[in-house]
């Protein structure tokens, strides 16, 4: 059952993620010229990236204390296909208080990753077959999603009804949870704070917010600020923690685990382009035989293909003594995404006037992203848990997340620079990509050096 909510959640998401930068380019900034339309959408759509990780730290402490981990997700279904139907609405201030909507609801999802595990006992082995399960069902939805929201419904009808197929298919995850959650409702322990109006109580805060929230999403800038903002808070938190423990063990371990949240930051600032400037890319310089839409899909398609490969990889490697250090895999992790976009750099200056690049050239930068996200994104989970103190590995956890939600507002600003730089049209495009291959590399390269001071100051946690 959960396995499917996962499916339905996840074809909701990146149903829409498939073609909303362009949708918002073409709907809600006609009066801007076309390159600060796309400058624009790309910086809306990381917004709401951004948003999405920041209040799922908020929304687990609802879940744990206010609703409870069934009422909670219960909610956040419902509460996303309501909005995810409200954003077909032709205007823009109604757009963008679905989508203010939307993020808080989806704020009350977090505790889905909490009752897979809870369908195992702590030291039942096929807990983590259970988690690989999970995984292939995220990118099952992400990979079906786009051709249906995007390439059928949305380019056959018009973009507006790809959010109508987005909102059906977490309706149906909704529909799903409602009809079988009732066991899962009778095993959960009571949260400390909940009772009768705890739902009444926070379906009121999520109106109350819903407005300034939507001002987020159209100040870029301020919620820039205010994430920022917030994940200062947080190493703030982690730095006088480890002062006050006196821990020179915990201690080294929070500065390796910063460290590392830094790689996570930048990995993510470049991969996740494929919402933004990778999709603009696509509509408008890539011969394609397929919509571009359909380009979304091939991430959680690769996915599906190599995560059981890459799960038998470090286990192999591991027995003959070469499994890479954590540092060394998110040094990797960050040579694979900066070289996707050297492919596609290469790819673009090599072309003759009036032609486009061939879609094979983005295929292989979506498969290098993807074994770059394989190479570190399951790895930073496993890290945090390691390296945490043990009371203190839900607020790391949330660290994590926060990392995410920088790493998609930083995502919006590169976007931007390739249709509002100096340069323009496939220039724009040339000059960042470029940039990102050069840094990239530059970022993975210090890593992979400073891989075995990193790992000492780890202490044995691998």
Known sequence: MLLGVTVGLNFAFYGFRAFVAPYLAATFFTDEPTGAAMRD????????????????????????????????LRAALWIESLALALMALPSRGAFLLALAVYVLGAGLSI???????????????RRDAGYTLFYLAINLGGFVAPFVCADWIGRGFGYRYGFIAASAGVASAALLFQWRSAELQRRQRPPSHGGAHALPAVLAGIVALAYPTMLLLEHPQLLGRAVNLLLGVLVLYFVVSAWRRGDRLQNERYLAMLLLFAANIVFWALSLQGATSLNFFARDHVAAPFDFSVFQSLN????????????????????????????????????????????VWYAASRLHPGTKVSWLALAACYLLQTIGELALSPIGYAMVTRLAAPEEASLAMGGWFFGIAMAYQLSGEIAALTTGGTAAGLAGYLHVYGALCLWGLGAAAAYLLGAPRIARLMHGAR
Request: charged fraction near 10%; avoid cysteine; aromatic fraction near 14%.
């Open 111 to 125: 505790p889905l990753t909490v009752l897979i595990g809870r369908n195992y006992p702590s030291d039942d082995p």
């Open 41 to 72: 959408a790309s910086l809306l759509t990381a917004g709401v990236g951004a948003l999405l990780y920041a209040t799922h730290v908020f929304g687990g402490w609802i879940a744990d204390n206010v609703l409870g981990e069934v009422r909670s």
């Open 300 to 343: 959680p398609l690769y996915i599906l293909f190599l995560a059981p490969l890459m799960a038998w990889l470090w286990p192999w490697l591991g027995r003959t003594g070469r499994d890479p250090s954590t540092p060394r895999k998110f040094g990797i992790g960050l040579a694979f995404v900066a070289l996707s976009y050297g492919v």
